[in-house]
């Protein structure tokens, strides 16, 4: 990294816990349908409303003891996870890659990642705001990348959705039920542009792994089989395989 380029990546390690407490408002609210930035944060046990002293990333919850300063209630864990994921993600991206604008849009694309991960895992949805915006991510990438482009760009995210749209007819075809949902086909558009068509079958043979790997503890730790109808957040592994090949 060139040393002119080192206060820019300071400022992305800097800003990311905050970018990480916005984010788990978004995988908060968007799934509900609830305003962003009209609504003032606040308790979500008692709705009491929270003062900036109780918003400032990671260290309110440590000051709280990860209780609501109000009732008394526990902080929900995932939102702080969230804050710890996004500063990792920019630690990452400042130390992988080397020029400024691609680890910016790298590290933004794995921010967008990181909250459809936890929509799909805490909610199984995967919010139209979300992939498009990884869609959005995904064609910065492509277009400032000099081995791609933006018609690569557009012809990835074309093979990602067209492929996982296929598998969902023709899984609801062989099974009568519906296997993937649209929001996995809008996912796979954006994980196409962000890393390009070549890699998609690996990053989807990686979220297969990861998914049976877990499968696999929980059977372990249950003593009993998956049943056949068991509801799996498929998005969130194949989120966690894109993050893989973003940075990469």
Do not use: N
């Not at 990181?114 to 979300?130: E, G, I, K, V, W």
């Amino acid at each position: 990294m060139a040393q002119a380029d080192w206060p820019w990546a300071l400022l992305l390690i800097l800003i990311s816990p905050a970018v990480g407490s916005f984010l788990g408002v978004l995988v908060d609210r968007l799934v509900v349908g609830l305003p962003v930035v009209a609504r003032p944060s606040s308790c979500a046990a008692c709705g009491a409303r929270l003062a900036w002293r109780d918003m400032v990333p990671v260290l309110s919850a440590l000051a709280l003891g990860f209780r609501c300063r109000g009732c008394g209630a526990p902080i929900p864990g995932h939102l702080i996870r969230i804050e710890l994921v996004a500063t990792l993600v920019a630690l990452i991206s400042a130390a992988l890659v080397p020029c400024v604008v691609p680890m910016w849009l790298s590290c933004a694309c794995l921010w967008c990642l990181t909250a459809l991960f936890y929509s799909d895992l805490l909610h199984m949805r995967l919010p139209d705001r979300l992939t498009t915006a990884l869609l959005v991510l995904g064609m910065a990438l492509a277009v400032t990348d000099p081995g791609r482009g933006w018609a690569e760009g557009l012809i990835s995210a074309a093979v990602g959705a067209g492929s996982f749209w296929l598998l969902r007819v023709a899984y609801q075809a062989l099974r009568g039920r519906e296997g993937l949902g649209l929001g996995d086909v809008r996912l796979m558009a954006g994980i196409g542009a962000a890393v390009g068509w070549a890699e998609l079958p690996a990053v989807t043979l990686l979220a297969a792994l990861l998914a049976l790997a877990v499968a696999g503890v929980e059977a372990l730790e249950k003593k009993s089989l998956p049943r056949g109808d068991t509801r799996v957040p498929f998005g969130s592994y194949l989120a966690a395989a894109a993050a893989v090949f973003v940075v990469l």
